[in-house]
């Protein structure tokens, strides 16, 4: 893209693959903090319009500016990252390339899971967020409508979504791993969201011994509870009742971690140390790294199952490159949009221009008329004026030009003027 709104669209972010979830979770946004975020962000930056999606495996920001460089310095300070260098996990993207990133992430090709389809939701969601906010203006709309375009193009045209490894799946494989049967075990979900909902869905077909749901606000968790044949407690009850629990899967919008080292060593006590698998989907993280030192817990982390994810990737790559074929006709659509909306302006500045000669001549003409003068010599009279002035400024524009100047301008006289004019 070479257009001046093209030059203005822009996306930074961090992902899974350019950053650990220790580093992903201290530029994390809250989903209750977002419209905030937002506002501050075209307040305090030269930023026009935004949009941002924050999720367990990146955060992105998108949006329309002349001065980019203001947007990584407004996410240090609002972050509070004194001292933290982001800049060596983050990435920029602007132009065509930020769209090509943004057809790729709705469409699951870059996440931790190949052809994963809940980040469309969550784009879904982000921008819905941003246009409650007043952040979503004309070039991020257009953007994100053609992104969820390409997402349902990408889903019904390739095979990009069948067997694919989900993290819910990867939760119950290493479940299964270190514990055994399900069906043995005793289960807390620690949260209410769409993600423990997903989870639950599959370690609920295997028949859990018994399962407790854990939320802070305990009508939302109650909910989830009767729907899974469960108990509801809420979040001040953890410390009672975590030892009661063999598999716990955590994923909540805490912006502190519900679950510490001291906590854990007491219920593995109370446990005689038996063992736990403790599953953390929420970044930032709802369980203190530091329990992963104790003996008898298996702590993993939203990364590590990022790793089962990758043992049939190979067998998507094929659909992938599909996905990547859509992806690519598609950006070259909303670059021709991009650079159609870039010439509205000089329409419409044109038209104004050509309907001020209009009233000029009309007037003259309707003059003309009162004072009795025939009609004919009249019509003959505004033609001849019309045409003088429209042609004056281009005609005397050509002879004035010389070399290349004038024959670029000449070629583009007979693009706009004089081909196809059958008339």
Not at 111 to 123: A, D, K, P, R, Y
Not at 334 to 339: A, G, L, N, Q, R
Not at 389 to 413: C, I, W, Y
Request: aromatic content about 4%; overall charge negative.
């Amino acid at each position: 893209m070479t257009d001046a709104t093209t030059h203005q669209l822009h996306a930074f972010g961090l992902n899974h693959e350019t950053a650990p979830v220790a580093v992903r979770e201290k530029i994390a946004f809250p989903q209750d903090q977002l419209p905030q975020a937002l506002t501050e962000l075209t307040r305090q930056t030269p930023a026009e319009e935004v949009v941002i999606l924050s999720t367990c495996n990146r955060t992105e920001i998108y949006c329309k500016t002349l001065h980019p460089e203001a947007i990584t310095d407004w996410l240090s300070r609002h972050h509070q990252l004194d001292g933290f260098d982001i800049s060596q996990y983050l990435y920029h993207l602007d132009g065509s390339a930020a769209a090509h990133h943004a057809f790729r992430v709705a469409s699951g090709l870059d996440s931790m899971v190949l052809g994963e389809t809940q980040i469309l939701g969550q784009v879904k969601q982000a921008v819905r967020c941003a246009e409650e906010a007043g952040t979503l203006g004309p070039l991020l709309n257009q953007l994100f409508q053609h992104t969820f375009s390409v997402a349902k193009a990408v889903r019904s045209q390739t095979a990009i979504g069948e067997r694919s490894v989900s993290m819910a799946a990867a939760a119950l494989k290493l479940a299964v791993s270190v514990l055994g049967p399900i069906e043995e075990q005793h289960m807390l979900f620690i949260g209410a969201g769409e993600m423990v909902e997903l989870v639950a869905t599959y370690f609920m077909a295997r028949n859990p011994r018994q399962v407790t749901v854990a939320n802070r606000t305990f009508e939302r968790g109650q909910d989830l509870a009767l729907r899974l044949r469960g108990q509801c407690i809420t979040l001040s009850d953890l410390p009672g009742a975590l030892h009661h629990h063999d598999i716990v899967v955590s994923s909540t919008a805490s912006h502190l971690p519900l679950i510490g080292k001291g906590m854990v060593e007491r219920a593995l006590k109370q446990r005689k140390h038996r063992p736990m698998v403790m599953i953390d989907l929420a970044v930032p993280r709802d369980i203190e790294p530091e329990v992963s030192e104790l003996d008898d817990v298996f702590l993993y982390t939203v990364d590590d199952l990022g790793h089962i994810t990758q043992e049939n990737r190979d067998s998507r790559q094929s659909a992938a490159q599909d996905a990547e074929q859509i992806i690519e006709s598609r950006v070259h659509e909303f670059v021709d949009w991009v650079h159609t909306r870039d010439v509205v302006p000089t329409i419409r500045l044109l038209r104004d221009h050509a309907e001020h000669y209009r009233q000029l001549e009309l007037e003259r003409a309707r003059r003309a008329l009162a004072r009795g003068e025939d009609p004919v010599h009249v019509m003959d009279m505004l033609s001849n004026g019309l045409m003088n002035k429209f042609l004056h400024h281009p005609v005397q524009t050509l002879n004035h030009s010389r070399g290349e100047t004038r024959r670029h301008l000449a070629d583009a006289l007979h693009s706009l003027f004089l081909q196809n004019n059958k008339d």
